[in-house]
């Protein structure tokens, strides 16, 4: 199952994404939830404080590829892989990997 969550901002994404990982996984085993959000709040409202080495996924790990006529980011490498690599173990079996950053204000 995959769930994706988008609207205007302050509207709670951030908040019921979180809350839904952590219910899922309970209930599941283990969830996977991806923050893509360009100012990444998720891992704090999954429960994971700052780890010691935060890995945020490079965007060299993503390639444009053409499928019937349209293009298609791909992933460079296979998602198992990516996963070990770059996600972050959090309460109730939530995995989480965020895709990156501002670097600083203004960066648009």
Not at 38 to 63: H, V
Request: with cysteine.
């Amino acid at each position: 199952m995959r769930i994706a969550i988008s609207g205007k901002g302050g509207s709670g994404k951030t908040t019921i994404a979180g809350t839904l990982a952590r219910l899922a996984a309970r209930r599941l085993g283990c969830v996977l939830a991806v923050d893509g959000d360009p100012n990444p709040n998720l891992a704090q409202t999954i429960g994971i404080s700052a780890p010691e080495k935060w890995e945020l996924i490079p965007s060299d790990l993503l390639t444009t590829v053409e499928e019937n006529g349209e293009k298609r980011a791909k992933l460079a490498r296979p998602i198992d892989e990516v996963i070990a690599e770059f996600s972050v173990d959090g309460p109730d079996g939530v995995k989480l990997l965020t895709m990156g950053e501002v670097d600083h204000a203004g960066e648009g």
